[in-house]
T-cell receptor, first 110, second 111 residues
Framework: QKEVEQDPGPLSVPEGAIVSLNCTYS??????FMWYRQYSRKGPELLMY????GNKEDGRFTAQVDKSSKYISLFIRDSQPSDSATYLC??????????FGTGTRLTVIP | DAGVIQSPRHEVTEMGQEVTLRCKPI?????LFWYRQTMMRGLELLIY????????DSGMPEDRFSAKMPNASFSTLKIQPSEPRDSAVYFC?????????FGEGSRLTVL
C-alpha cells in the first residue's frame, strides 16, 4: 500500500464549477500535508500547506485535513481554465519526508 | 532568483549507456532532493542532501544509481548502465524553510 493514495482521474469540469480533489494516507504520524500543482511539462509548485488537522483557505482554494479518517481534500471554487493542471497531494512528518500521491489531472472547460 | 535549474531537459539514450543529470539548487537552500516521476508510481524520493551531505538514499533503486553534491550549488544524478525501466522524469528540488521548490525536470528516455 502506498503511503498516499490519490484518484488519478482525469477530472473534467465546466468553468465556474466547484472541484473536489481527494487523497487518503496511511501513516498516522503524518503532520504536514501539502497540495502541489503541476502544469504540463513543468515542475510541481506548492499551492497549499496545512499542518495537522483543519481547514486552510487561500482565495478560491481550500485545503482540508481530517486526521481521524486520514483524508486530505482540496476544493477549488469558481474553477477557471487556468486551473487545468495535475494536482499532487503530499503528506509526511516534514519537508524531508514527504510522500506524494500519483496526481489527479484536472481540465476546466471554458 | 532563477529557481532550481536542471539539465538536460530531455535525454534520449540507449540501454547500457551512462546518463548524468545535473541540478543547480536555489542559492541559500541547504537541502537538495532528487525525485523520479512516473505515471504508475508518481513522484518518488530517491535521495536528499543537507549541506552537501547525503542524508537518506533509501529511495535509490539500485547500485546503478548514484548521486553527488560536490558543493552547495551543484548536484548530479548518474545512472550507469541505464535500462528502459529508468525512463521517467527526474526532478531536483531544494528548500531551506520547508517549502520545496522544484526544477522543471529532466525527461529521460532509455531505448
Amino acid at each position: 500500500q502506498k503511503e498516499v493514495e490519490q484518484d488519478p482521474g482525469p477530472l473534467s469540469v465546466p468553468e465556474g464549477a466547484i472541484v473536489s480533489l481527494n487523497c487518503t494516507y496511511s501513516n498516522s504520524a503524518f503532520q504536514y500535508f501539502m497540495w502541489y500543482r503541476q502544469y504540463s511539462r513543468k515542475g510541481p509548485e506548492l499551492l497549499m500547506y496545512t499542518y495537522s488537522s483543519g481547514n486552510k483557505e487561500d482565495g478560491r482554494f481550500t485545503a482540508q485535513v481530517d486526521k481521524s479518517s486520514k483524508y486530505i481534500s482540496l476544493f477549488i471554487r469558481d474553477s477557471q481554465p487556468s486551473d487545468s493542471a495535475t494536482y499532487l497531494c503530499a503528506g509526511g512528518t516534514g519537508a524531508n519526508n514527504l510522500f506524494f500521491g500519483t496526481g489527479t489531472r484536472l481540465t476546466v472547460i471554458p | 532568483d532563477a529557481g532550481v535549474i536542471q539539465s538536460p531537459r530531455h535525454e534520449v539514450t540507449e540501454m547500457g549507456q551512462e546518463v548524468t543529470l545535473r541540478c543547480k539548487p536555489i542559492s541559500g537552500h541547504d537541502y537538495l532532493f532528487w525525485y523520479r516521476q512516473t505515471m504508475m508510481r508518481g513522484l518518488e524520493l530517491l535521495i536528499y542532501f543537507n549541506n552537501n551531505v547525503p542524508i537518506d538514499d533509501s529511495g535509490m533503486p539500485e547500485d546503478r544509481f548514484s548521486a553527488k553534491m560536490p558543493n552547495a550549488s551543484f548536484s548530479t544524478l548518474k545512472i550507469q548502465p541505464s535500462e528502459p525501466r529508468d525512463s521517467a522524469v527526474y526532478f531536483c528540488a531544494s528548500h531551506s524553510t520547508g517549502e520545496l521548490f522544484f526544477g522543471e525536470g529532466s525527461r529521460l528516455t532509455v531505448l
